[in-house]
Nanobody, 113 residues
């Protein structure tokens, strides 16, 4: 059974930084493509960043140069470092094992002054 548990969300001011964590069990991040997605109220869920099995990252244009996805194999954890946050980044952020039906429960990120 694969489980994805996100943490690290919160309420921050514009320009601040946050680190989201996705602790994975039942699957190894070293051999699984992983991704972060987000869903804002009234909008469809969208891809934020993915990291392939070879470690190659991809980013949505809206977060390129601000967000960094990474993984720590020994921790079996995927991270999303979010810098220079904007109000438009407000959403529930989900961790996802690519090419599967496995999603985390989501963590709320709110960017507001």
């Amino acid at each position: 059974q694969v489980q994805l548990v996100e943490s690290g969300g919160g309420l921050v001011q514009p320009g601040a930084s946050l680190r989201l964590s996705c602790a994975v069990s039942g699957s190894r991040v070293s051999v699984s493509g992983m991704g972060w997605y987000r869903q804002a109220p009234g909008r469809q869920r969208e891809m934020v960043a993915t990291i392939a099995t070879n470690g190659m990252p991809e980013y949505a244009d809206s977060v390129k140069d601000r967000f960094i996805i990474s993984r720590v194999v020994v921790e079996n954890t995927v991270y999303l470092d979010m810098n220079n946050l904007e109000p438009e980044d407000t959403a529930v952020y989900y961790c996802h094992k690519l090419m599967s039906d496995y999603w985390g429960q989501g963590t709320q990120v709110t960017v507001s002054s």
